[in-house]
């Protein structure tokens, strides 16, 4: 079974200073790994993925997210924060091993930029 | 503009009086679901298609249904709303199939919906 864990629920930054949000996962196969942000009042946007390769993939607004397979990890990151970055981030799984589509998403946290 | 539609976007109702929301996607994706997100629980599946006519429960099926007669359109029908139902609702999409997923999913932009 496929699982995902976002330790922490909320984040608080300032801007300029480097941002880490933590996500860690849990499957049987290879992972397929994606980092996804939520503004108010807004859906879920994709923002960057890991299937194979590169263990740094870079995405949109400037995050980048590390692979780690021996601890299991996917940690979202971005070297200087903007306020703008405030929102709520998803981390989510799917097992390389399953046939259909389901993807894992974790509860969420919380990122604070402050001014 | 490719995109995932869906309305209402906010719906207040009684306990009882049958809703649906709809959903409605124009990238020909093969895979569509429903989630709901709860506060300190993130987002929760309740139902998935992978296709026209094929639909299985997600991980909160209870007290819902759902439907996917044409491919682009996939309603969540509440028969009898209570307000434990009360939440935020996301469709989304997929192009479907093993790699379908794998450019991410594209999501509705929610609707909220309060049962008193």
């Known amino acids: 079974a496929q699982s995902v864990a976002q330790p922490e629920d909320q984040v608080n930054v300032a801007e300029g200073n480097p941002l880490t949000v933590k996500c860690t996962y849990s499957?049987?196969?290879?992972?397929?790994l994606f980092w996804y942000v939520q503004y108010p009042n807004r859906g879920l946007q994709f923002l960057l993925k890991?299937?194979?390769?590169?263990?740094l993939v870079k995405g949109s607004y400037g995050f980048e997210a590390e692979f780690n397979k021996s601890q299991t990890s996917f940690h979202l990151k971005k070297p200087s924060a903007l306020v703008s970055d405030s929102a709520l981030y998803f981390c989510a799984v799917r097992d390389g091993m399953n046939r259909d589509d389901k993807i894992i998403f974790g509860k969420g946290t919380r990122l604070h930029i402050l001014p | 503009e490719a995109q995932v539609t869906q309305n209402p976007r906010y719906l207040i109702t009684v306990t009882g009086k049958k809703l649906t929301v709809t959903c409605s996607q124009n990238m020909n994706h093969e895979y569509m679901s429903w989630y709901r997100q709860d506060p300190g629980l993130g987002l929760r599946q309740i139902y998935y298609?992978?296709?026209?006519?094929?639909?299985d429960k997600g991980d909160v099926p209870e007290g819902y249904k759902v439907s996917r007669k044409e491919k682009r359109n996939f309603p969540l029908i509440l028969e009898s709303p209570s307000p434990n139902q009360t939440s935020l609702y996301f469709c989304?999409?997929?192009?479907?199939?093993?790699?379908?997923?794998?450019?991410?999913?594209?999501f509705g932009s929610g609707t909220r919906l309060t049962v008193v």
């Open positions: 499957v049987s196969g290879n992972p397929y």
């Open positions: 298609s992978m296709n026209v006519e094929v639909t």
């Open positions: 989304a999409s997929s192009p479907g199939g093993t790699g379908g997923s794998l450019g991410g999913y594209t």
């Open positions: 890991y299937i194979t390769g590169d263990n």
